[in-house]
């Protein structure tokens, strides 16, 4: 991943972005990129044209298609490109693709997350397609003389009806120095031959041959190695340190403590404070390093209560983050006495007071969820070079753009003076949408005034916080003597954060209905976790709602569907976030595909969800066995509304690795505290799904319609949660109220 | 310190570094090779795998001081092009999603297919259960074992 000309391409970038609108309307001579594989096979030139700010041509047929955001497996360094290559007609075999530096004016929002990089740039790589494929147009037209309206194009060749072609390769250079179209048409859904075909992943190749694509490959000369050593518990601080015997190790640099933020620095959104001071030891590699680290002799201290100035999307507050040293069983009785509390009102329909009052039958049910730890497979990294007047950062990282003022703040630097690239992910899941260790990175980098690798062991990675929450709800049910649901009540809380969505379903198709929700705070830190709240609340609501279908002597699809149908029909309150007609496609398809109720399957052991997020409707069936006297999900069918497929092999890929991960972390996955300790911190202690526990089979379905692709890296893996809370439920006859799964069936089973 | 001459990919390396040092790091900070990755270094993961004559091993927790005359065989020198029938079943099956484990889980493939051309669903669990996958891409590594299997 060396690159020596980081400099040059940044410039180059930067001269193109004045033209505004991200368009380089000449001819561009790039002789600094390191050739792809496919590039190496296609004879590559030093010379492209231009068209925009995603598409370089070579004279030889060579389509260079740039992909803005950062890719961590869902795969859009192959369907980003393909969007462009549809619009722009070309050849997918002459395509190859790139990442783009992090350039906002230039490339867009370059987010990956929420499950947005498709949604987002639905639009906007349609257009840079079609645009450029109008001005090829163009450019051939004035070369031969015709009218443009005259001239097709197909596969990367323009053709007039003369029966004069050429490639759009010969056509570049000239297409180049056309007016950019203000208004292009795009082709209809169902004339895209790219898009919605299944393309091999762009990078595939270079992940099977062990290619430097990481942030943990990437690699200078005279690069040093460092890691930090935080605080051993959350609200502990650093109090002194003893480095002489640490120092004296081989191969090590220095051993300096730092402060990631300064101490008057309100702190955006996504810069998550964890520990503010630590220990940075820098060397010449990973294992001197590491080995030194052990030498250290530090001294830590509580940290008490701490002031926090934050300037997130709520504007500028004072927070005060509390000293409390956790223990998880602490933590599950303060969450009991808070849910007894009066809470904050987030949404009230009718009068559910009386609904409740008035009911035949109430049902009551608590849910509880434990702190998760990402876990990405490559642990946290970053390279930083900092300069007197200058810095580079380059390694795994969501948003590029989120850390970029942040930087700016923590090196004193201007934003043009920063140039950030961006590396494949080994893995995000949320965690690299706070960019700490980038400003760590810099940090060290700064003092040490030399190109440093940051690395976090497993165990730092671990224990560094930045857990999806600590969550628990209570669901009520009112069903009249009819056995009607007449009133539904959830009130939710969480360490720190409250998870309840209070506009979901089955808000809109209960007439009288109330959430509510209540928070603590707390020092463990916490972040977004592959779909954000709805992972829990798939987990509580589609459990709670199979307890109230059976309650009512309804099948749970049958219940779902009928409620969907009121939401429809008939909304009650607004806001309602979601598309009731979408959500029944998905459980009538589901229903389809899985053979639900059908006598067949009668003898199966199986569990359903169905839920909305992200824009976008998913459901699974779990089929569960009992294996050697242990639950095993052995199949699972999935259907998905996303809208438009974009690549519809990696989508299953995406959906199967949702469904695994949903299986794993709802029967596994859990991070304890223990005096402010996580209890957790390599994979002997923090169990993962593995080879053996996957389902043999994972059938995935979509809808099929013309709907402007939604969000699906996220929607697929919340209801896991709940349909295999279902599925133990039929396999061993008792409900699953507390995540982990694993630890309540060697309990209770 | 010490000095070794490492057979790695059919090549001899010199390193000259303390004899406690993982392969792994030998692999990726010395000799320049970041095919073997780093996922928890203490052999619980797999992502670390290579080949130490033939069998699968995990670097992480092999010093190098261990290696002796044994060859080493890395994901780098598994082919250059990707045209071993392992790495082409990866690309027909498209397995990777990030790709961080799949070096490992490549070598322990191979590993598992030299010893036994014809596994068992079993049998690839057994052989493949020390190989995480965060991402979930099981169902597809067992797909491309048995697709290779073939060839
Ligand atoms: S890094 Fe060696 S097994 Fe995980
Ligand atoms: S592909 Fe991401 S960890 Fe396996």
Not at chain 1, 240 to 255: C, E, R, T, V, Y
Not at chain 1, 256 to 270: E, I, M, V
């Amino acid at each position: 991943m060396e690159n020596k000309n980081t400099q040059s391409r940044r410039s180059f970038l930067k001269s193109s972005a004045l033209t505004g609108g991200g368009l380089m309307l000449s001819f561009t001579w790039l002789s600094s990129f390191k050739s792809a594989d496919k590039m190496a096979t296609l004879n590559l030139p030093e010379q492209w044209a231009e068209l925009n700010g995603y598409i370089k041509i070579t004279p030889d047929n060579v389509i260079k298609i740039v992909c803005p955001n950062p890719e961590f497996g869902q795969n859009v360094m192959t369907s980003l490109p393909m969007i462009v290559a549809e619009e722009l007609d070309a050849d997918w075999k002459n395509v190859v693709v790139e990442m783009g530096v992090h350039d906002n004016v230039k490339l867009g929002p370059q987010f990956t997350g929420g499950s947005n990089s498709v949604k987002m740039y639905w639009k906007p790589l349609r257009n840079a397609g079609a645009s450029a494929r109008q001005m090829l147009i163009e450019a051939a037209a004035q070369t031969w003389g015709v009218p443009a309206t005259e001239i097709t194009t197909k596969g990367g060749v323009l053709s007039h009806s003369s029966g004069k072609t050429a490639k759009y390769g010969e056509m570049a250079s000239k297409a180049a120095t056309i007016t950019v179209p203000k208004d292009v048409k795009l082709k209809a859904v169902k004339d895209f031959s790219i898009v919605s075909k299944s393309q091999k992943n762009s990078e595939g190749l270079k992940v099977v041959t062990g290619k430097p694509l990481f942030g943990m490959d990437y690699r200078v000369e005279g690069m040093l190695i460092a890691m930090i050593q935080h605080p051993p518990a959350f609200g502990m601080k650093l109090k002194s340190f003893d480095a002489s015997q640490a120092l004296k190790m081989p191969g090590i640099k220095d051993i300096h403590s730092f402060k990631l933020y300064d101490d008057d620095y309100a702190q955006a959104g996504f810069d998550t404070r964890t520990f503010n001071e630590m220990i940075a030891i820098v060397g010449n590699s990973t294992w001197e390093v590491m080995n030194a680290r052990k030498k250290l002799k530090v001294q830590w201290e509580a940290a008490g209560d701490v002031k926090e100035t934050v300037n997130g999307r709520g504007g500028k507050k004072e927070i005060t983050v509390p000293a409390r040293l956790e223990t998880t069983s602490k933590q599950l009785e303060l969450m009991e006495e808070y849910a007894k509390k009066p809470a904050q009102q987030l949404r009230k329909d009718g009068d559910p007071e009386a609904a409740f009052k008035n009911a035949a039958t109430i049902i009551e049910r608590t849910y509880n969820a434990p702190f998760l730890a990402h876990n990405c497979m490559e642990p946290m990294n970053f390279f930083a070079h900092v300069q007197a007047d200058k810095a580079l950062v380059a390694g795994p990282v969501q948003a590029p753009g989120w850390i970029e003022p942040t930087l700016m703040k923590v090196l004193n630097l201007p934003a043009d003076k920063i140039e950030i690239q961006m590396t494949r992910m080994g893995g995000g899941f949320g965690r690299r949408a706070y960019g700490q260790f980038a400003y760590e990175a810099a940090r060290i980098s700064q003092k040490m005034k030399a190109p440093i690798k940051l690395i976090y062991t497993r165990e730092d990675d671990m224990t560094y916080g930045i857990y999806r929450p600590m969550y628990t709800a209570t669901y009520r049910a009112a069903l009249d003597v009819n056995k009607n649901l007449i009133g539904f009540h959830i009130k939710g809380g969480g360490i720190p954060e409250n998870p309840v969505h209070a506009n979901r379903f089955p808000a809109g198709a209960v007439d009288n209905y109330l959430a509510e929700g209540w928070e603590i705070p707390s020092n463990v830190t916490i972040g977004a976790f592959r779909a954000p709240r709805s992972n829990f609340n798939a987990a509580a609501e589609q459990s709670f709602l199979d307890e109230v279908a059976e309650a009512m002597g309804k099948d749970p699809i049958k219940l779902r569907l009928d409620l969907l149908k009121r939401a429809k029909e008939n909304p009650v309150g607004k806001n309602n976030e979601y598309d009731a007609a979408r959500y029944v496609g998905v459980l009538e398809l589901l229903k389809e595909k899985s053979g639900w109720g059908k006598p067949e399957n009668a003898g199966k052991k199986r569990g359903v969800a169905a839920y909305f997020c992200h824009n976008s409707y998913a459901g699974h069936v779990v089929d569960l066995v009992m294996r050697d006297g242990q639950p095993y999900v052995e199949s699972v069918t999935s259907a998905i509304d996303c809208g438009v497929v974009v690549n519809p092999d990696a989508a299953i890929n995406m959906v199967q690795g949702a469904v695994v991960d949903g299986i794993g972390n709802s029967f596994y996955g859990a991070l304890t505290h223990k005096d402010g300790v996580a209890e957790q911190n390599n994979f002997h202690n923090y169990r993962m799904i593995r080879h053996n526990e996957a389902p043999k089979k994972i059938d995935v379905h979509f809808v099929q319609n013309e709907i402007d692709p939604t969000g699906l890296g996220e929607p697929p893996f919340p209801p896991v949660f709940g349909a295999v809370a279902n599925a133990l439920f039929k396999a061993t006859g008792k409900r699953f109220y507390n995540q982990p799964f694993k630890m309540e069936t060697e309990k209770k089973v | 310190m010490a000095k070794y001459n490492l057979k790695i990919n059919g090549k001899i390396r010199k390193v000259d570094i303390d004899p406690s040092t993982p392969m792994l790091w030998v692999l990726r900070d010395h000799l320049d090779m970041p095919g073997t990755k780093y996922g928890c270094g203490m052999a619980q993961c797999g992502a670390c795998t290579v080949h130490l004559d033939g069998t699968a091993v995990r670097s992480c927790s092999l010093p190098v001081s261990a290696i002796g005359k044994g060859a080493i065989t890395t994901i780098e020198g598994l082919s250059e092009n990707g045209t071993h029938p392992v790495q082409k079943a990866w690309i027909e099956h498209d397995v990777a999603q990030c790709g961080y484990c799949q070096s490992g889980q490549i070598m322990s493939a191979v590993a598992l297919l030299k010893e036994n051309p014809k596994p068992t669903d079993a049998d690839i669990d057994n052989a493949m259960s020390g190989n995480i996958c965060r991402c979930g891409t099981y169902l597809r590594i067992k797909e491309a074992i048995k697709t290779a299997s073939k060839n």
